[in-house]
């Protein structure tokens, strides 16, 4: 047999085929057991990963806290534990819901003494506190025994009378301020604006209100609004137990007092006679009491006016008082009536002139002066006229007819110091040929008033 070195194994051809049928076949094994494995570890791995991403990397709702405490620097607890924020620092990672909050600073007491806070998710809530010094009882100094023995040797030396007693030494026991107990009252009623009354006095508040922060004890609390009753007098609420919190609601009923049914009535620009069911029932304006129901209204009359029609007036316990304002409306006929001067040259003065026709005021004053002034559409038949002119005053009885006009002149006279208007009937004519003759005139035109 051959021998072989081993420095020239490696090349020997016999030997390299052998080695490579080994490795492959290793090579095939190791394969199948990797793929195995990954088709056994991988659900695992999936599951693994979504339990870490559940319970490690999903992010909980969490909140803010900041306490305040003025322009002090106080320690913070939270549901009786002390963390490392103090007062005035943001305190975050909070979990969702109520926590009780207290501060602690040597020699003084927080006002209140502890806050429930409610933490909502992504919110920051601040809360405040108040600190009163702490007030040390005074304790009056207690005697050694070294000062007994002395006290005792004074008193042996002293002569029989007289009696001298010891002073009584008191020992007083520190008081420790009991712990304050604090509620609150909401206060709610269906009428806004009602006053709330605290133990029977006015509190200046006005529902819907809350009161904070009031010590234990008995409360009675009532509302009061004008024309309103609340179907309770009072409320009673007893504060026993910190945070106590109690809602009280208030129902009250308007007052309705009885109106007793009513009609009234006026009429304007004339007194007009009014008849309420038929009877008179006033001139011009009436103001009566009426039973509930139906009533009928109608109205009288009235010379050179439209008269209003019938009105129907029905009085219920809802609507019990009735307010009319009744508009007699002037008729507008073809008559007309004309004042001209007497005298050639003569001038109406507009601010010293005033015309009332059938006691209504028809025009006047205005800062015009003219010759002639034409009232226009008037109805015909009697009519009564009044003019004044400064403090002179001229009244006649005249008769129109439709589609002429009356022609009435005046004559200005100056009597001492004041002047007298004179009237003159001058007659009736068509309205062409009234307007030839006097056309050359400066003529203000007055339309009917209405």
């Known amino acids: 047999m051959a021998e ?5 194994l490696e090349f020997d051809p016999i030997i390299s085929d052998i080695d490579i049928k080994k490795r492959s076949r290793l090579s095939i094994i190791m394969l199948i057991m990797f793929r195995g494995s990954i088709w056994f570890f991988l659900p695992m791995l999936i599951v693994a990963a979504v339990v870490y991403y559940v319970i490690v990397q999903r992010k909980q709702p969490t909140g803010g806290l900041i306490v305040l405490c003025g322009s002090d620097t106080a320690a913070v607890l939270l549901n009786g534990t002390r963390i490392l924020q103090k007062t005035g620092q943001l305190i975050e990672g909070l979990p969702l819901g109520n926590v ?160 007793k049914p009513m009609i009234t009535i006026k009429t304007t620009p004339v007194a ?58 002037r008729e507008i006929g073809q008559a007309a009536l004309a004042l001209v001067p007497e005298k050639e040259g003569q001038k109406i003065d507009g601010a010293a002139f005033r015309l009332y026709i059938d006691d209504i005021h028809y025009f006047g004053p205005n800062d015009e002066t003219v010759d002639c002034y034409l009232f226009d559409d008037l109805t015909k038949g009697k009519h009564r006229i009044r003019v004044f002119f400064n403090e002179s005053e001229t009244e006649r009885e005249i008769e129109l007819q439709d589609g002429k006009v009356l022609t009435l002149t005046y004559l200005l006279e100056r009597v001492f110091t004041s002047w007298r208007f004179k009237l003159k009937e001058a007659g009736l004519l068509e309205r062409d040929n009234w307007v030839k003759k006097y056309g050359a005139l400066k003529v203000k035109e007055i339309a009917s008033i209405q």
């Open 4 to 8: 072989y070195n081993d420095q020239y």
């Open 100 to 259: 009780t909050v207290t501060v602690v600073k040597d020699g003084f007491i927080p006002e209140p003494e502890h806050i429930v806070a409610v933490v909502l998710e992504d919110d920051t809530l601040t809360i405040s506190f108040s600190l009163a010094p702490q007030i040390e009882p005074e304790l009056k100094p207690s005697l050694t025994p070294v000062d007994i023995l002395r006290l005792e040797r004074e008193i042996a030396s002293l002569p029989e009378t007289p009696i001298y007693n010891p002073p009584v030494v008191s020992r007083r026991k520190p008081q420790i301020e009991k712990k304050k107990t604090y509620g609150s009252i909401i206060v709610s009623c269906n009428v806004k604006g009602a006053s709330i009354f605290l133990n029977g006095d006015s509190t200046g508040k006005i529902t819907n209100n809350s009161f904070d922060s009031l010590k234990a004890g008995r409360y009675v609390i009532s509302v009061k609004k004008e024309s309103f009753r609340s179907e309770l007098d009072s409320q009673v609420v007893e504060i026993n137990r910190d945070y106590q919190t109690e809602l009280l609601f208030f129902n009250m009923n308007p007052i309705y007092r009885p109106v």
């Open 272 to 329: 007009g006679n009014i008849y309420i069911d038929g009877e008179l029932a006033g001139t011009g304006s009436v103001s009566r009491e009426y039973a509930l129901g139906r009533h009928i209204v109608f109205f009288g009359a009235m010379q050179n006016y439209k008269t209003p029609p019938e009105r129907e007036i029905i009085l219920t316990q809802l609507e019990p008082v009735k307010n009319l304002t009744i508009e007699y409306v």
